[in-house]
């Protein structure tokens, strides 16, 4: 019998809707698992009224819930993988990573206005850089409005405030069981490239817990690890923080090649830096990406706006 294990996740209704859900693939494969939410409060659930950028630093979901990893009070934590710093701490490792959901962003507008045909001056909630500067870029004549909260707040603030439109991740709604009516487009990577790792889920747990790792790599997905190894690699490489708006995304062909795109934008979404490369290695791949945009001008916006910080 594997001990019991206790997960730690974040206190929000998608983490521990997501905790859950990966609970019950775990148990699909051993039923007899007793296994325990324990909800983690962390700095970024605690700042609620500020813009994330603002508040800088890398982990504001994931550094106290590490913290207890490492104090022996939980077993495994569960990321949302693009709020994972691409420099796990030493002592843990990320143990798997499991199947992705759909890694787009949703476009949902009032009266479901396609994003094309949105009115001079449209207001579009999201309080993410990388969406913003895409958005811009593509629709100089649209507003970004910044807004915070969960799916359902955001949801309604659609409905009650001066929102034309949001954008939200597609893989937080699929997983919160919204159905697809509810989406006016799923925005393909021709019009918004995803957060790195948008979609995916990290399991960390420390390097050393053998017992925990045979069992989690029953779930491991090795395509999407490659995927994502190749987009961490990237974020690393460029230096990356919630700050910039970058963006990238990798699929996995039938043949073992991966396609990997990287993004590098200002955030008023006027300077773009953008390359696609294929290779079979996705750490290469990441760092050729990062040569080629850095060769291109893109380091001087990430310089800038870390030194504005």
């Not at 997501?18 to 007899?32: R, W």
């Not at 569960?78 to 990573?97: N, Q």
């Not at 476009?107 to 999201?126: C, F």
Request: aromatic share 4%.
């Amino acid at each position: 019998m594997m001990r019991k294990l206790v997960v730690g996740s974040r206190r929000s209704k998608l983490a521990l809707t997501q905790s859950q859900q990966f609970i019950d693939n775990l148990k699909a494969i051993e039923p007899d698992l007793d296994i325990e939410i324990k909800e983690i409060v962390t700095k970024g659930d605690r700042i609620i009224d500020k813009q994330l950028s603002k508040v800088g630093g890398k982990g504001l979901f994931v550094k106290e819930i590490q913290n207890e990893l490492f104090d022996h009070s939980i077993d495994m934590a569960i990321h949302s993988l693009k709020d994972v710093p691409s420099v796990i701490p030493e002592g843990l490792t990320l143990g798997c990573i499991p199947d992705r959901e759909n890694p787009y962003d949703a476009y949902i507008a009032k009266n479901h206005i396609q994003l094309d045909e949105l009115p001079a001056n449209s207001i579009v909630g999201t309080s993410s850089l990388r969406r913003g500067a895409q958005i811009l870029a593509k629709y100089p004549n649209l507003q970004i409005k910044w807004i915070r909260g969960n799916i359902d707040t955001r949801l309604s603030k659609l409905e009650t405030e001066d929102y034309d439109a949001i954008i939200l991740a597609a893989a937080g709604l699929k997983r919160m069981g919204w159905s697809d009516d509810i989406v006016t487009t799923y925005l393909d990577k021709e019009t918004l490239i995803p957060a790195i790792g948008q979609g995916a889920l990290g399991i960390e747990c420390r390097s050393d817990d053998k017992e925990l790792l045979d069992l989690l790599s029953k779930v491991h997905n090795s395509d999407v690890a490659s995927c994502v190894t190749a987009e961490r690699t990237f974020l690393t490489r460029m230096n990356g923080s919630c700050q910039v708006p970058i963006g990238g995304y990798a699929t996995k062909e039938s043949d073992g090649t991966i396609e990997f795109t990287g993004l590098i934008m200002s955030p008023d979404g006027k300077e773009r830096y953008e390359h696609t490369e294929r290779g079979t290695n996705p750490v290469e791949l990441g760092e050729k990406v990062t040569e080629v945009l850095n060769a291109q001008g893109a380091y001087e916006i990430i310089k800038a706006l870390n030194e504005e910080q």
